[in-house]
C-alpha cells in the first residue's frame, strides 16, 4: 500500500508500480477547470486520483487493458472521496469511444520499442510500446480531445523529438516541454510533454529531483507537496 496525503493505493496485482514518473505527470499537467480528462493506461489509478484531488469539478475517465491492474485501480477509486467522478474501462486506447470530447487527456505510456522484453507479461505490456505505439497514443488522442483540449505525457527524453513530430501530424503543437533530472550531476532522463491544437507562448525548464539522495529541490518539493505525505 502507497499513501498519499488524501489517498492510498493498493498496487499487489500491478504490474508497474507507483513511480515518481506518474507522480510528476500527474502534477505537472496544466488545465484551466476541465471537466472531462481521460487518463489513458492508468494502472495503478495514480494520475486518474491526482486529477481528481486537483481539478474538483472534473470527471475523470481512466483506461487501462490489463485486467488486474484495472481491477485494482477501480478498487483504489473506490475507496476515494471522489469515487463518484472516477470511473474506469478494461479496454485498448485503439478500441476505446466516448461521446462527449475531453479538456485534458494524460498518460504515462508504455515506451520501450526495442529494448529485451522480460518473461513477465504483465510488465512487458505495461512498459513496451507493442499495444500502444506513440503513433496510435498521438492518433487517438487527437480524435478524443477538444478544440481546446491538451495531452500531456510523459517520455524518456530521447522519445520527445520523435514523438513531437508525430503530434505535428495530427496538428497537436507542443506548448510545454519539462526536462526531468534525477540531480544536478545526472543526465536528463524524462521529458514532460504537454500538446494542443492551439499555439501558445512555448514554456521550456528543467526539473532537478534531489539536491542530494532523499534531499529534495525547493523546485520539485514545491510540485509535489499536495501530494507525497513527508513534503
Known amino acids: 500500500m502507497f499513501q498519499f496525503k488524501q489517498f492510498s493505493i493498493a498496487q499487489d496485482k500491478c504490474a ?7 507522480t510528476l505527470l500527474g502534477a505537472w499537467a496544466k488545465a484551466n477547470k476541465p471537466l472531462q480528462i481521460l487518463d489513458i493506461g492508468t494502472g495503478t489509478g495514480l494520475i486518474a486520483m ?26 483504489n477509486f473506490q475507496k476515494t472521496k471522489w469515487s463518484n467522478r472516477l470511473s474506469l474501462e478494461y479496454i485498448s486506447l485503439q478500441e476505446f469511444q466516448h461521446t462527449a470530447s475531453f479538456d485534458l487527456i494524460v498518460s504515462n505510456p ?14 512487458t505490456q505495461a512498459r ?18 477538444s478544440q481546446k483540449g491538451s ?10 523529438s520523435k514523438v513531437e513530430k508525430i503530434a505535428k501530424n495530427y496538428k497537436l503543437h507542443l506548448n510545454r516541454l519539462c526536462w526531468v533530472k534525477g540531480n544536478d550531476k545526472t543526465s536528463i532522463k524524462r521529458a514532460l510533454l504537454q500538446f ?3 499555439k501558445y507562448p ?6 532537478i529531483i534531489e539536491k542530494k539522495r532523499h534531499v529534495y529541490t525547493d523546485k520539485y518539493t ?4 499536495d501530494f507525497y505525505l513527508n513534503m
Open 202 to 207: 512555448f514554456e521550456e525548464n528543467i526539473l
Open 151 to 160: 495531452l500531456a505525457i510523459i517520455l524518456p527524453s530521447i522519445s520527445k
Open 50 to 75: 491526482m486529477m481528481a484531488q486537483r481539478f474538483e469539478n472534473a470527471n475523470i475517465k481512466a483506461i487501462e487493458l490489463d485486467m488486474d491492474a484495472s481491477q485494482q485501480a477501480f478498487e
Open 222 to 225: 514545491q510540485l509535489c507537496k
Open 196 to 198: 494542443s491544437f492551439r
Open 16 to 22: 508497474m508500480k507507483v513511480g515518481t514518473d506518474g
Open 110 to 123: 508504455p515506451y520501450f520499442e526495442n529494448n529485451l522484453k522480460t518473461n513477465d507479461k504483465q510488465r
Open 128 to 145: 513496451h510500446t507493442d499495444t500502444l505505439s506513440f503513433e496510435s497514443l498521438i492518433e487517438c488522442s487527437a480524435k478524443l480531445l
